[in-house]
């Protein structure tokens, strides 16, 4: 833990809770953080902890080493304008942000002085709220190893972490990632009520479900094997789950995923055309 180091977020909201949850006493101690979020219901979490919050930008931002920008895409550039003024050199900015490039960002915080050379892009997603999180991030060139290490740390506290090469991997990183959680809650979902049209109930279906997701993807993970290996053991011939996943084959269930991967995909390109003008 470093007790030099002071962390803002720059919006407030559940990622930016978790992260700030999960670096606290172990990056930097609680009272180092301060958070920025107009809606005052935001920082409610944040001074339990012992951080400090605002609904507008102050000093206590220049005086912070690391920016979390954890706000929605279509505020961002207001979100930057407001803060920029407090920025400092040196200062490692981190942004959570979707669809916004990282080109476009460093444009907009360098303003006439030229593009931010210290920014991290990055995807994380919502298990971070249990610690169980998986980010994706991108550094631009004037990112220092240091400071890659400082920013990947600060991430791994709520999970893991996978370095891409560019913001195109970065909406790769969205659409499998980043909107992931909401294909497995869905999947979640048609098992539970699948269980109860074969004569489960509620309660019954929930656990079974659960606790089938969770035991597969363990295995899935301590596994040397890949997923086909696992699945062709569990598949005899004839049997039970071959029927099944005729089934699922022959609606394309794999095309389907791939297909709705690259909506998501599409979809933060489109946010960044929409919201990430220079």
Known sequence: MDTNLRIAFIGG?????????????????????HVI??????HAGWLQRGASAATAADDRLAGCNVWFYAVKPQFMHDAVRATQPFL??????????????????AAWLGGDKGPWP???RCMPNTPALVGEGVTGMFALPGVAQAERDLAQAML?????VVWVENDAAIDAVTALSGSGPAYVFRFIEALIEGGMKVGLDAAQARELALGTLSGATRL??????????L??????RGGTTAAALKVLEDGHF??????AMQAAAHRSRELSDEFGQV
């Open 254 to 259: 794999m095309e389907l995923i791939a297909h």
């Open 156 to 160: 791994a506290s709520v999970g893991k």
């Open 118 to 120: 210290k920014l991290v």
């Open 88 to 105: 400092r050199d040196g200062t490692l900015v981190i942004s959570v942000a979707a669809g916004i490039r990282g080109d476009v960002l």
């Open 37 to 42: 979020d107009i809606n005052r219901d935001a």
């Open 220 to 229: 899935a993970r301590e596994s040397d094997d890949p997923p086909a290996v």
């Open 231 to 236: 699945r062709e053991r569990v598949t005899s």
């Open 13 to 33: 909201g559940n990622m930016a809770s978790a992260l700030g949850a999960g670096m606290a006493d172990k990056i930097a101690p609680a009272g180092n953080f």
